[in-house]
């Protein structure tokens, strides 16, 4: 018998404020306050950050409030705490002069 095994540990994030980035563009944030082994998530005070209607790649600064909401697992594509982190550079990325 095999045991169902998370693709995350989610579990140091419980109660704590998280970051989903969906497939397709949309992105939520709000508390972390349940997942299972699906990687599907509640989320709790969860806000939307609404897309850009010119341009829906981009986000604008425009939030949509959901309250709680259940996030379904085979939709998530990124998962990170809100606080914690911080931008890197692209080590991959060609400076001035440089060709790739």
């Not at 306050?33 to 604008?60: A, F, K, Q």
Request: aromatic residues 6%; charged residues 25%; glycine residues 12%.
């Amino acid at each position: 018998m095999s045991r169902n095994v998370p693709i995350l540990d989610l579990s140091p994030h419980i109660g704590s404020g998280v970051c989903v980035k969906f497939h397709g563009g949309r992105e939520v944030t709000g508390i972390l306050r349940g997942w299972d082994t699906l990687m599907n998530m509640v989320l709790d005070d969860s806000v939307e950050t609404m897309r850009d209607p010119e341009d829906p790649y981009n986000l604008s600064d425009k939030k949509r409030t959901l309250g709680l909401s259940v996030c379904r697992g085979t939709a998530v594509m990124a998962v990170f705490p809100t606080e914690g982190y911080a931008m890197v550079e692209n080590p991959f990325e060609a400076g001035e002069g440089e060709q790739v």
